[in-house]
T-cell receptor, first 117, second 112 residues
Framework: AQKITQTQPGMFVQEKEAVTLDCTYDTSDQSYGLFWYKQPSSGEMIFLIYQGSYDEQNATEGRYSLNFQKARKSANLVISASQLGDSAMYFCAMRGPLMNRDDKIIFGKGTRLHILP | DTEVTQTPKHLVMGMTNKKSLKCEQHMGHRAMYWYKQKAKKPPELMFVYSYEKLSINESVPSRFSPECPNSSLLNLHLHALQPEDSALYLC???????????FGPGTRLTVL
Protein backbone atom coordinates (compact mmCIF):
# COMPACT_ATOMS: atom_id res chain seq x y z
CA ALA A 1 0.00 0.00 0.00
CA GLN A 2 1.10 3.54 -0.66
CA LYS A 3 1.65 6.05 2.11
CA ILE A 4 2.67 9.71 2.32
CA THR A 5 4.11 11.20 5.52
CA GLN A 6 4.48 14.88 6.28
CA THR A 7 5.97 15.23 9.74
CA GLN A 8 5.75 19.02 10.09
CA PRO A 9 2.22 20.06 11.07
CA GLY A 10 3.24 23.73 11.08
CA MET A 11 6.21 25.94 10.25
CA PHE A 12 7.04 29.59 10.83
CA VAL A 13 9.58 31.16 8.49
CA GLN A 14 10.85 34.70 8.07
CA GLU A 15 10.02 36.39 4.77
CA LYS A 16 12.72 36.03 2.08
CA GLU A 17 14.22 32.94 3.70
CA ALA A 18 14.24 29.58 1.92
CA VAL A 19 11.81 26.93 3.17
CA THR A 20 12.01 23.15 3.03
CA LEU A 21 8.83 21.16 3.56
CA ASP A 22 9.44 17.49 4.28
CA CYS A 23 7.70 14.58 2.58
CA THR A 24 8.51 10.89 2.74
CA TYR A 25 6.63 8.18 0.96
CA ASP A 26 6.30 4.45 0.91
CA THR A 27 5.41 2.34 -2.08
CA SER A 28 6.31 -1.00 -3.58
CA ASP A 29 5.69 0.27 -7.11
CA GLN A 30 8.65 0.98 -9.37
CA SER A 31 6.74 3.60 -11.33
CA TYR A 32 4.99 6.40 -9.49
CA GLY A 33 4.55 10.15 -9.44
CA LEU A 34 4.92 12.73 -6.69
CA PHE A 35 3.14 16.06 -6.47
CA TRP A 36 2.99 19.11 -4.27
CA TYR A 37 -0.13 21.22 -3.89
CA LYS A 38 -0.69 24.55 -2.14
CA GLN A 39 -4.01 25.34 -0.48
CA PRO A 40 -4.54 28.95 0.66
CA SER A 41 -7.26 29.78 3.16
CA SER A 42 -9.62 30.38 0.22
CA GLY A 43 -9.70 26.61 -0.27
CA GLU A 44 -8.52 26.12 -3.83
CA MET A 45 -5.87 23.43 -4.34
CA ILE A 46 -3.08 24.79 -6.53
CA PHE A 47 -0.80 22.33 -8.33
CA LEU A 48 2.84 23.35 -7.81
CA ILE A 49 5.21 20.70 -9.08
CA TYR A 50 5.50 17.09 -10.28
CA GLN A 51 8.32 14.51 -10.09
CA GLY A 52 8.21 11.16 -11.84
CA SER A 53 9.98 8.24 -10.27
CA TYR A 54 12.15 7.76 -13.37
CA ASP A 55 13.05 11.43 -13.73
CA GLU A 56 16.77 11.79 -13.15
CA GLN A 57 16.73 15.50 -12.49
CA ASN A 58 14.91 17.26 -9.70
CA ALA A 59 11.82 19.11 -10.88
CA THR A 60 11.80 22.90 -10.71
CA GLU A 61 9.03 25.44 -11.31
CA GLY A 62 10.04 29.02 -10.66
CA ARG A 63 10.73 29.42 -6.93
CA TYR A 64 9.67 25.82 -6.27
CA SER A 65 11.98 22.84 -6.53
CA LEU A 66 11.51 19.26 -5.49
CA ASN A 67 14.45 17.60 -3.76
CA PHE A 68 13.91 14.00 -4.87
CA GLN A 69 15.96 11.38 -3.08
CA LYS A 70 14.69 8.07 -4.37
CA ALA A 71 16.79 5.79 -2.17
CA ARG A 72 15.56 7.61 0.92
CA LYS A 73 12.01 7.82 -0.47
CA SER A 74 11.84 11.51 0.18
CA ALA A 75 10.41 14.32 -1.97
CA ASN A 76 10.92 17.56 -0.09
CA LEU A 77 9.58 20.84 -1.47
CA VAL A 78 11.98 23.78 -1.42
CA ILE A 79 10.62 27.31 -1.74
CA SER A 80 13.31 29.89 -2.39
CA ALA A 81 13.00 33.51 -1.23
CA SER A 82 9.69 33.02 0.58
CA GLN A 83 6.95 35.62 0.27
CA LEU A 84 3.99 36.52 2.47
CA GLY A 85 1.70 35.03 -0.17
CA ASP A 86 3.33 31.63 0.39
CA SER A 87 1.46 31.29 3.69
CA ALA A 88 -0.84 28.32 3.11
CA MET A 89 -1.31 24.62 3.69
CA TYR A 90 0.98 22.45 1.56
CA PHE A 91 0.14 18.86 0.63
CA CYS A 92 2.50 16.23 -0.72
CA ALA A 93 0.73 13.62 -2.86
CA MET A 94 1.55 10.46 -4.77
CA ARG A 95 -0.02 8.41 -7.53
CA GLY A 96 0.68 4.85 -8.50
CA PRO A 97 2.02 3.26 -11.69
CA LEU A 98 1.25 5.14 -14.85
CA MET A 99 -0.08 1.91 -16.35
CA ASN A 100 -2.93 2.04 -13.85
CA ARG A 101 -5.94 3.81 -15.22
CA ASP A 102 -7.54 4.67 -11.93
CA ASP A 103 -5.82 8.05 -11.55
CA LYS A 104 -5.98 7.83 -7.79
CA ILE A 105 -3.65 10.00 -5.79
CA ILE A 106 -3.15 9.94 -2.05
CA PHE A 107 -2.34 12.99 0.05
CA GLY A 108 -0.22 13.52 3.11
CA LYS A 109 -1.72 15.28 6.13
CA GLY A 110 -0.22 18.59 5.10
CA THR A 111 2.07 21.26 6.53
CA ARG A 112 0.74 24.69 7.49
CA LEU A 113 3.34 27.27 6.46
CA HIS A 114 3.32 30.75 8.01
CA ILE A 115 5.57 33.40 6.48
CA LEU A 116 6.44 36.17 8.96
CA PRO A 117 7.04 39.76 7.79
CA ASP B 1 -9.33 28.21 -20.73
CA THR B 2 -7.18 26.55 -18.10
CA GLU B 3 -9.44 26.41 -15.11
CA VAL B 4 -11.98 24.28 -13.35
CA THR B 5 -15.10 26.11 -12.22
CA GLN B 6 -17.49 25.08 -9.48
CA THR B 7 -20.91 26.39 -8.51
CA PRO B 8 -22.16 27.38 -6.08
CA LYS B 9 -19.31 28.68 -3.93
CA HIS B 10 -21.34 28.29 -0.76
CA LEU B 11 -24.40 26.15 -0.06
CA VAL B 12 -26.51 25.79 3.05
CA MET B 13 -29.12 23.05 3.03
CA GLY B 14 -31.41 21.20 5.37
CA MET B 15 -31.35 17.47 5.85
CA THR B 16 -34.48 17.02 3.74
CA ASN B 17 -33.33 19.17 0.83
CA LYS B 18 -32.15 18.04 -2.60
CA LYS B 19 -29.36 20.08 -4.16
CA SER B 20 -26.66 19.70 -6.78
CA LEU B 21 -23.06 20.80 -7.05
CA LYS B 22 -21.71 21.56 -10.50
CA CYS B 23 -18.23 21.40 -11.94
CA GLU B 24 -17.03 22.37 -15.41
CA GLN B 25 -13.74 22.22 -17.28
CA HIS B 26 -12.92 23.11 -20.87
CA MET B 27 -9.38 21.79 -21.02
CA GLY B 28 -10.37 18.55 -22.76
CA HIS B 29 -9.36 16.52 -19.73
CA ARG B 30 -10.45 12.88 -19.77
CA ALA B 31 -10.82 12.36 -16.04
CA MET B 32 -12.84 14.26 -13.45
CA TYR B 33 -12.97 13.81 -9.70
CA TRP B 34 -14.98 14.68 -6.60
CA TYR B 35 -13.22 15.11 -3.27
CA LYS B 36 -14.53 15.88 0.20
CA GLN B 37 -12.33 17.88 2.55
CA LYS B 38 -12.97 18.48 6.23
CA ALA B 39 -11.22 21.33 8.03
CA LYS B 40 -7.49 20.82 8.58
CA LYS B 41 -7.56 17.46 6.78
CA PRO B 42 -6.36 16.39 3.34
CA PRO B 43 -8.90 15.88 0.56
CA GLU B 44 -10.59 12.48 0.48
CA LEU B 45 -11.41 11.00 -2.90
CA MET B 46 -15.10 10.26 -3.47
CA PHE B 47 -15.57 9.51 -7.18
CA VAL B 48 -13.57 9.34 -10.38
CA TYR B 49 -15.00 9.57 -13.89
CA SER B 50 -12.78 8.50 -16.76
CA TYR B 51 -14.03 9.13 -20.30
CA GLU B 52 -17.46 9.95 -18.83
CA LYS B 53 -17.75 6.59 -17.09
CA LEU B 54 -17.64 6.11 -13.33
CA SER B 55 -14.36 4.32 -12.68
CA ILE B 56 -13.98 4.73 -8.91
CA ASN B 57 -16.53 4.99 -6.11
CA GLU B 58 -14.77 5.09 -2.77
CA SER B 59 -17.65 3.49 -0.86
CA VAL B 60 -19.49 6.80 -0.69
CA PRO B 61 -23.00 6.75 0.87
CA SER B 62 -25.83 6.72 -1.65
CA ARG B 63 -27.05 10.13 -0.49
CA PHE B 64 -24.25 11.39 -2.76
CA SER B 65 -24.96 10.66 -6.42
CA PRO B 66 -22.47 11.68 -9.13
CA GLU B 67 -23.34 12.35 -12.74
CA CYS B 68 -21.20 13.12 -15.78
CA PRO B 69 -23.51 14.45 -18.53
CA ASN B 70 -20.61 15.07 -20.93
CA SER B 71 -16.84 15.31 -21.00
CA SER B 72 -16.84 18.87 -19.63
CA LEU B 73 -19.40 18.62 -16.86
CA LEU B 74 -19.56 16.81 -13.55
CA ASN B 75 -22.41 17.03 -11.08
CA LEU B 76 -22.83 15.83 -7.53
CA HIS B 77 -26.45 15.37 -6.48
CA LEU B 78 -27.13 15.63 -2.77
CA HIS B 79 -30.15 14.23 -0.96
CA ALA B 80 -30.95 13.63 2.72
CA LEU B 81 -27.52 14.72 3.88
CA GLN B 82 -26.38 14.68 7.49
CA PRO B 83 -24.68 17.52 9.42
CA GLU B 84 -21.41 15.54 9.32
CA ASP B 85 -21.46 15.90 5.53
CA SER B 86 -20.66 19.60 5.97
CA ALA B 87 -17.30 20.11 4.26
CA LEU B 88 -15.49 21.66 1.32
CA TYR B 89 -16.29 19.73 -1.86
CA LEU B 90 -13.57 19.95 -4.47
CA CYS B 91 -13.79 19.03 -8.12
CA UNK B 92 -10.68 18.25 -10.15
CA UNK B 93 -9.75 17.19 -13.66
CA UNK B 94 -6.70 15.71 -15.32
CA UNK B 95 -5.53 14.69 -18.74
CA UNK B 96 -2.41 12.78 -17.91
CA UNK B 97 -0.96 11.72 -14.61
CA UNK B 98 2.24 13.65 -15.10
CA UNK B 99 0.70 17.08 -14.91
CA UNK B 100 -1.37 16.44 -11.84
CA UNK B 101 -4.98 17.14 -11.19
CA UNK B 102 -6.32 20.67 -11.58
CA PHE B 103 -8.73 21.65 -8.85
CA GLY B 104 -11.66 24.02 -8.79
CA PRO B 105 -12.20 26.55 -5.98
CA GLY B 106 -14.59 24.24 -4.17
CA THR B 107 -18.10 24.47 -2.74
CA ARG B 108 -18.39 25.02 1.00
CA LEU B 109 -21.39 22.98 2.06
CA THR B 110 -23.18 23.38 5.37
CA VAL B 111 -25.91 20.91 6.33
CA LEU B 112 -28.25 22.09 9.07
Amino acid sequence: AQKITQTQPGMFVQEKEAVTLDCTYDTSDQSYGLFWYKQPSSGEMIFLIYQGSYDEQNATEGRYSLNFQKARKSANLVISASQLGDSAMYFCAMRGPLMNRDDKIIFGKGTRLHILP
Amino acid sequence: DTEVTQTPKHLVMGMTNKKSLKCEQHMGHRAMYWYKQKAKKPPELMFVYSYEKLSINESVPSRFSPECPNSSLLNLHLHALQPEDSALYLCASSQTSTVGQFFGPGTRLTVL
